[in-house]
């Protein structure tokens, strides 16, 4: 029987992911949430593995035909517990978010009181903002930054914590520039009787390169994505002691979802084999090194970065002095081939579709082998750009470089014809 390719099939996608191929290629992807997966990791997300339902865990599943699946799947939690120091790791999350719930799901009944930060502070979504399901469904009391230098006020968290007495108490970030103090969150978490959990989601590349200090010993459970930093698929893992394995392994499954996707795990397998590498831990810090470069050149042109600066993978650029609002900016920067994304900034005083930041990072630029030298070009890029963002002529012309600059630098797993 026939089994013609994609081009056959639907040109029409076809065309699109071409088109996306191209995209990937050309322009600098400094959104700090996306990345570049291996061509390992794009193999296994799109294999055969993807044809079998696997519900329940390994050894304990409810299809048969599992003796590759719970191999793979073993192999990923193995390697995840050695990679971070772990006493067990569940890697069927679908994602970040849905870890989070999860986590929720195994302590929590709906109108307890949870704590997180607060999203125009840095926070995300599933720390208890309004929006979302956890600030829906459960008590959600948010902590903030301070307004004289934008940082953690861990007074603010220590007091709130006191009053509200939360089951869960969330630490992590979105959007904050800097080193999170896990120790700190700890204490506060151990005098109210708060289980801590760690969301890592950003960070958990540059945690397992050691380059960013790591939440094991101090929070009771880790949430994480598996794509970022740590560049593998799009997926989810939650990571814990002991004492919580049973509570997070039944509200992973049965508990929120069905049969895992498999192809997932084999890629956070993979991913997990190439962070314990010494290839690996370079990458990590270098991430943080042209984070802080580029923090350095927008510096010195005049920007005003929330913090003042980064200790991570990611800047926050308040452009309230330069009087051109987020969005524009961003989009700016994006016809201009550098492709970050709008952000709110803490006490914004816009909305938050239209924002008075713009949010930045290093992670992808890294995996394509940028250094110092281009972490300059591209902070002067940048500064040119949104100082001007209607010249088009200069728009044009930035893009052109930029291109070339790509051309010199191919991304991982991205093919380049």
Not at 51 to 71: F, H, L, T, V
Not at 107 to 135: E, Q, Y
Not at 188 to 205: K, T, Y
């Amino acid at each position: 029987m026939a089994d013609p390719h994609l081009a056959e099939v639907d040109p029409e996608i076809s065309k699109y992911i071409a088109d996306e191929v191209r995209r990937q290629h050309e322009k600098l992807r400094l959104i700090p949430s996306e990345n570049y997966a291996s061509t390992a990791v794009m193999e296994a997300c799109g294999s055969v593995l993807n044809n079998k339902y696997s519900e329940g865990y390994a050894g304990r599943r409810y299809y048969e035909g599992q003796q590759n699946i719970d191999a793979i799947e073993k192999l990923a939690i193995e390697r995840l517990k050695a990679l971070f120091g772990v006493d067990h790791a569940n890697v069927q999350p679908y994602s970040g978010s849905p870890a989070n719930l999860a986590v929720y799901f195994a302590f929590c009944n709906p109108g307890d009181t949870i704590m997180g930060m607060g999203l125009p502070s840095g926070g995300h979504l599933t720390h208890g903002w309004k929006v979302s399901i956890s600030g829906k469904y459960f008590n959600a009391i948010q902590y903030g930054v301070r307004r004289d230098d934008h940082r953690i006020d861990f007074d603010q968290v220590a007091s709130l914590a006191r009053e509200h007495k939360p089951k869960v108490l969330f630490c992590g970030t979105t959007a904050y520039s800097r080193i999170v103090d896990f120790p700190k969150f700890a204490e506060i978490a151990r005098e109210v009787d708060a289980i801590l959990v760690a969301d890592i989601a950003h960070i958990s590349g540059l945690v397992a390169g050691g380059a960013h200090p790591s939440p094991v010993g101090h929070a009771e459970v880790i949430s994480s994505t598996t794509h970022k930093t740590f560049r593998g698929p799009r997926g989810g893992m939650i990571m814990c002691d002991e004492k919580h394995r049973k509570a997070i392994d039944r509200a992973v499954f049965p508990g929120l979802q069905g049969g895992p996707h498999n192809g997932t795990t084999a890629g956070i397998a993979i991913a997990a084999k190439l962070a314990m590498t010494d290839e690996f831990k370079s990458y990590a810090h270098a991430v943080v090194d042209n984070s802080r470069t580029l923090s350095e050149v927008l510096l010195s042109r005049g920007f005003d970065l929330v913090t003042g600066g980064s200790d991570n993978h990611l800047i926050l650029i308040d452009l309230t002095s330069k009087d051109v609002p987020g969005k524009v900016a961003a989009q700016a920067l994006d016809r201009a081939g550098m492709v970050a994304n709008y952000n709110s900034v803490p006490f914004d005083t816009r909305k938050p579709f239209d924002p008075s930041g713009i949010r930045l990072g290093t992670p992808a630029i890294t995996s394509r082998g940028m250094g110092s030298d281009e972490m300059k070009r591209l902070g002067n890029w940048m500064g040119d750009v949104i100082e001007d963002v209607e010249n088009e002529t200069l728009v044009t012309r930035v893009a052109g470089e930029i291109k070339d600059l790509c051309d010199q630098f191919p991304a991982p797993g991205v093919p380049t014809k």
